[in-house]
Nanobody
Framework: QVQVVESGGGLVQPGGSLTLSCAASGIDFRRAGLDWYRQAPGKQRESVASITRDGSTYYTDSVKGRFTISRDNAKNTVVLQMNSLKPEDTAVYYC?????RGRGTQVTVSS
């Protein structure tokens, strides 16, 4: 059974940083590409970052230079490091593997 669990969200001031983690089980993690996306109230879901099984990465334009996605195959974990956070980054962040996703973790950027 595939399980994806996100953690690490919270409240941070503008300009601050947060680290989100995604633990995936029930998959051949080394062969898996995983994605982070987010959804803010009243807005469409937005893909934030992706990482392929060989470590290639993709970022949406609004987070380039601020967010970094990485993977640790030994721990079956994908990490999203978020720096220079802005109020418009406020959303529920989800990790997904194909059609499987977790419950999400809330990120709130506010002073």
């Amino acid at each position: 059974q595939v399980q994806v669990v996100e953690s690490g969200g919270g409240l941070v001031q503008p300009g601050g940083s947060l680290t989100l983690s995604c633990a995936a089980s029930g998959i051949d993690f080394r062969r898996a590409g995983l994605d982070w996306y987010r959804q803010a109230p009243g807005k469409q879901r937005e893909s934030v970052a992706s990482i392929t099984r060989d470590g290639s990465t993709y970022y949406t334009d609004s987070v380039k230079g601020r967010f970094t996605i990485s993977r640790d195959n030994a721990k079956n974990t994908v990490v999203l490091q978020m720096n220079s956070l802005k109020p418009e980054d406020t959303a529920v962040y989800y990790c997904s593997y194909g059609l499987n996703r977790g419950r999400g973790t809330q990120v709130t950027v506010s002073s």
